[in-house]
């Protein structure tokens, strides 16, 4: 912390606590909190480094370079638009295909499986009631 401290006395120079603090726009108690100790928020960290182009690591005592990691100005890549259909995109298509197909077949199987057991369960139970020898008789 008293790197912080002595380092933050460094940014402020000469100017006094009040004229510092109006000038990267934080009250000017907030400033007298952390120069007596108090740990420093990490917005007001990222604050003073963008406002004064020095770089947290060097803020915080972790770094002797007060530009050491300072991240320069990037921009930002060119859009870089995908191929209207890439070779692996058709073989997803085909693959989808293949496996609607088979759920489609699967779906019909279902369908077929369960008129035929409603088809069974109808001739059962009409079985029952016309009279048959097993009708009334009771199991076990």
């Known amino acids: 912390m008293d790197a912080f401290i002595s380092r933050l006395k460094s940014l402020i120079g000469d100017n006094s606590v009040t004229s510092f603090a109006r000038s990267i726009g934080v009250a000017q108690q907030t400033l007298d909190n952390y120069l ?3 740990d420093p928020k990490a917005s007001f960290v990222y604050r003073l480094c963008l406002e004064l182009g020095v770089s947290a690591d060097w803020l915080l005592g972790l770094s002797d370079d007060p530009r050491g990691h300072v991240p320069a100005v990037v921009e930002p890549p060119a859009v870089v638009e995908p191929p209207a259909v ?55």
């Open 36 to 38: 007596r100790g108090r």
């Open 86 to 140: 890439s070779p692996d995109a058709a073989v997803l298509r085909a693959e989808v295909d293949r496996l609607w197909s088979l759920v489609e077949s699967q779906q019909r199987t279902i369908e077929a499986l369960s008129k035929g057991a409603g088809a069974a369960s109808a001739r059962s139970s009409s079985a029952q009631g016309s009279g048959s020898p097993d009708a009334g008789r009771k199991v076990g």
